[in-house]
């Protein structure tokens, strides 16, 4: 159980456009669900903390009108990155947690190259 | 200064070595603790929580040392498999937040 999904697995975009990544939470509902980045050899650093049917919580230095999060229901987060560029170019994981729990599943990730 | 810091490595190791490494964290207040394993271009998982009597899983025996602030991971008969990256995870108590480090690399060798 506690399976969460993402989609695309990995993306190529022209700079300048947006582009939509989907995390799901595939057997239980996520209260909360976590959007991170992880740049080569780095840690993932956690962007934005969305609770279902409320605002995201950005992380200090995050442009909350570049990366929108949307948690539209409890089994459904997206992160748009608007006006890609290259530098947004990176690896893209969301992570989900049930009710009451600190453990968090994490999607599989999201590739994103910006051209 | 980051909130949780790693030995980045590598560290490389024979098949059936015994390889161990660390973890410091700054904030007093971190309560949960886990290591985590991430291969190459994937997610991270979840290999074990961290206890303060220590915790033992298979191979995998995790050690924490609140008054010194540090965890620590050793790896006993290395598997090729065992070659990841290894993260120290950190939580402070009531957020929901982790603090990751940025990983130690192991590489296991034939």
């Known amino acids: 159980g506690a399976v969460v999904s993402q989609h695309p697995s990995w993306v190529i975009c022209k700079s300048g456009t947006s582009v939509k990544i989907e995390c799901r939470s595939l057997?239980?509902?996520?209260?909360?669900m976590f959007w991170y980045r992880q740049f080569p050899k780095q840690s993932l650093m956690l962007m934005a903390t969305s609770n279902e049917g409320s605002k995201a919580t950005y992380e200090q230095g995050v442009e909350k009108d570049k990366f929108l999060i949307n948690h539209a229901s409890l089994t459904l987060s997206t992160l748009t990155v608007t006006s890609a560029h290259p530098e947004d170019s990176s690896f893209y994981i969301c992570?989900?947690?049930?009710?009451?729990?600190?453990?968090?599943?994490f999607g599989p990730g999201t590739r994103l190259t910006v051209t | 200064r980051k909130e949780v810091e790693q030995d980045p490595g590598p560290f490389n190791v024979p098949e059936g070595a015994t390889v161990a490494f660390n973890c410091t964290y700054s904030n007093s207040a971190s309560q949960s603790f886990f290591w985590y394993r991430q291969d190459c271009r994937k997610e991270p998982k979840l290999l074990m929580s961290?206890?303060?009597s220590g915790n033992e899983d298979g191979r995998f025996t995790a050690q924490l040392n609140r008054a010194s602030q540090y965890i620590s991971l050793l790896i006993r008969d290395s598997k090729l498999s065992d070659s990841a990256t290894y993260l120290c995870?950190?939580?402070?108590?009531?957020?929901?937040?982790?603090?990751f480090g940025a990983g130690t690399t192991v590489t296991v060798r034939a």
């Open positions: 057997d239980f509902q996520a209260t909360t």
């Open positions: 961290v206890y303060s």
């Open positions: 995870v950190v939580n402070i108590f009531g957020d929901y937040k982790l603090s």
């Open positions: 992570s989900a947690t049930l009710r009451g729990s600190y453990e968090q599943y």
